[in-house]
């Protein structure tokens, strides 16, 4: 089991960044490829990026591709999401997810979720 906490979500203008945190508790985190999803008003809950457990390779969604960087540190249990050149389009309540020993594009690769964060971007 892991309880997964997202911090780090806020209002900010068009342009500006954000880092979003999220942190683990129980063991093995560095066995749990970690993922980061959004979903925004009226609309389906979308990948943003993962980074996999075990040698660390990061993939994203063509949408975020450039601005958007996952990096985890398992020392500390937790995975990041750093997110530069925002626009309103980024506008959504952000996920953090995880599964032991996979991950995955879409949302049923992943058993546990956080409670999000919300990212509000203002033009």
């Known amino acids: 089991q892991v309880q997964l906490v997202e911090s780090g979500g806020g209002l900010v203008q068009a342009g500006g960044s954000l880092r979003l945190s999220c942190a683990a508790s129980?063991?093995?985190?560095?066995?749990?490829?970690m993922g980061w999803f959004r979903q925004a008003p009226g609309k389906e809950r979308e990948f943003v990026a993962a980074i996999s457990w075990g040698s660390g390779n990061t993939y994203y969604a063509d949408s975020v591709k450039g601005p958007f960087t996952i990096s985890r540190d398992n020392a500390k249990n937790t995975v990041y999401l750093q997110m530069n050149s925002l626009k309103p389009e980024d506008t959504a309540v952000y996920y953090c997810?995880?599964?032991?020993?996979?991950?995955?594009?879409?949302?049923?690769?992943?058993?546990?979720w956080g409670q999000g964060t919300q990212v509000t971007v203002s033009s």
């Open positions: 997810a995880a599964r032991r020993y996979g991950w995955g594009y879409t949302k049923d690769a992943y058993n546990y």
């Open positions: 129980g063991r093995s985190f560095s066995s749990y490829g």
